[in-house]
Structure formats: C-alpha cells, structure tokens
Nanobody, 128 residues
Framework: QVQLVESGGGLVQAGGSLRLSCTASGRTFSSSYAMGWFRRTPGKDYEFVAGINYSGGTLYDDKSVTGRFTISRDNTKNTVYLQMNSLKPEDTGVYYC????????????????????WGQGTQVTVSS
C-alpha cells in the first residue's frame, strides 16, 4: 500500500556530512503521515533518530543528534530528508525511513512499533 525508498547513504569520514532522502509512494500514502528516521546497528533494536509531522513539527533524539541532524519534508514530492552534519563513528548504522499512517496518529513518536510502513534501509558508515 505504501512504499518507502531511502537513498543517500554511503561512507564518509568523521566530521563529514550526508543527506538521506526517503520518497514515499502508494495509493494510500498521504502528506498527513508522520515520518521518522531510525538507525539500526548489529545486536540492537531500531533507535529513533528524528521525526516530523505533516506540518513540519519535529522531534529529535536529544541524546545524540540535536544540533547535528536536521529532518525536513517536501510534501509536494512525498519526500523526507535527513541532513546529517558533523558525523561521528557512532552514527554508523543502517538508516530506515518509517511512516505512521493517520489512523495510527498524526503526532510524531519515537517508538518503532507505532510506525506502519518501513523502507529497506540505507547504510551509513562513518570512519574515524
């Protein structure tokens, strides 16, 4: 029903930048969906990074990304972005885009199980 495709991952040195993109498609997708970015590393569950609601309200994982990462969306393109600056080796992982349908709630939340659709992930590797 909804497909999410991430892009923009890669290998970068510490201190560098990357911009991830997530484009949504599908008959039931709506700009009212809240969107989130999660990171996963071996042996760990999905870790919330940032989220954004339909009107641009944002939520960040304050412990690790505030001031370095910025989430944004372009509803005309059904695309969400994650600008990542001042990258650190601990930012390494597979980054997943997720969408929360309106029936689940339009508020941005940080818990993975509240999201209904997931992309395939894009690898981000930060070398020291």
């Amino acid at each position: 029903q909804v497909q999410l495709v991430e892009s923009g991952g890669g290998l970068v040195q510490a201190g560098g930048s990357l911009r991830l993109s997530c484009t949504a498609s599908g008959r039931t997708f709506s700009s009212s969906y809240a969107m989130g970015w999660f990171r996963r590393t071996p042996g760990k569950d999905y870790e919330f990074v940032a989220g954004i609601n339909y009107s641009g309200g944002t939520l960040y994982d304050d412990k690790s990304v505030t001031g370095r990462f910025t989430i944004s969306r372009d509803n005309t393109k059904n695309t969400v972005y994650l600008q990542m600056n001042s990258l650190k080796p601990e930012d390494t992982g597979v980054y997943y885009c997720a969408a929360r349908s309106a029936r689940s709630g339009i508020v941005v939340v940080s818990t993975p199980h509240e999201y209904d659709y997931w992309g395939q992930g894009t690898q981000v590797t930060v070398s020291s």
